[in-house]
């Protein structure tokens, strides 16, 4: 994960065709995610994991609710949602998930992430009933996810939304050991290559499903 640069993530309630999948799967992206907030069931997210096994990329499950966990995947993303107003996105969530597969895990295939969601009008910051914090609130929270909860990604969540490249920089300069993965509106090669400057991880989502020729090319973009 640490030589990773580019990932694609696809979201198990929305339609891709087997045509499209097997070009994302082979376009030379470094993982696939699976995950999303709305509708995600078990049946979608074993839809999916069966079509990508198909091919060699690594296959990650971002954990959205625990009816969806599913044995299968390379690794699990566990999101810690540091800007909600309530514990249960932060800790409670995450706590009942432990208490109920603890026997079932294999810890060096877990990551948790101090995610971050900066758009206001993402249904993942209304469903996870988080605040809009400032550039110094989001500084400040890289810093706790690095050097209080020592987890190894903090997540710049843009959601649909291009972000500020200058505050992920500043994010970037702040972490040593955690990796800076950002997400949000990425839709095109040049943005593609801005975000990647700052960030160490770019995560290309809702374009696959609106431009998916622009999405592929976000790849060659990060990989150059």
Aim: hydrophobic fraction near 40%.
């Amino acid at each position: 994960m640490n030589e990773w640069k580019h990932i694609f993530k696809l979201d198990p309630a929305k339609e891709i065709s087997d045509e499209h999948l097997d070009l994302l799967c082979e376009s030379g992206t470094d993982a696939v995610i699976v995950g999303g907030t709305d509708d995600v069931t078990l049946d979608g997210v074993l839809d999916l994991l069966s079509r990508i096994r198909r091919h060699a990329v690594p296959c990650l499950l971002e954990v959205s609710n625990m009816d969806s966990i599913t044995p299968g995947f390379d690794d699990y993303l566990i999101p810690m949602v540091l800007n909600s107003r309530e514990k249960k996105w932060m800790m409670d969530m995450q706590h009942q998930a432990i208490k109920q597969y603890i026997d079932m895990m294999e810890y060096s295939q877990i990551f948790f992430e101090g995610y971050c969601i900066l758009n206001k009008d993402a249904k993942a910051f209304t469903h996870t009933n988080s605040y809009l914090p400032d550039n110094e609130d989001v500084v400040a929270y890289a810093y706790m996810a690095e050097h209080v909860f020592h987890l190894p990604i903090f997540y710049m969540e843009y959601s649909g939304m291009y972000g500020d490249p200058q505050l992920v920089k500043k994010v970037k300069d702040q972490l040593g050991e955690a990796l800076l993965f950002y997400g949000g509106g990425i839709e095109n090669p040049i943005q593609a290559r801005e975000m990647k400057d700052n960030a160490d991880v770019i995560i290309v989502g809702n374009s696959i499903y609106t431009n998916f020729n622009s999405a592929m090319k976000t790849v060659k973009a990060v990989k150059d």
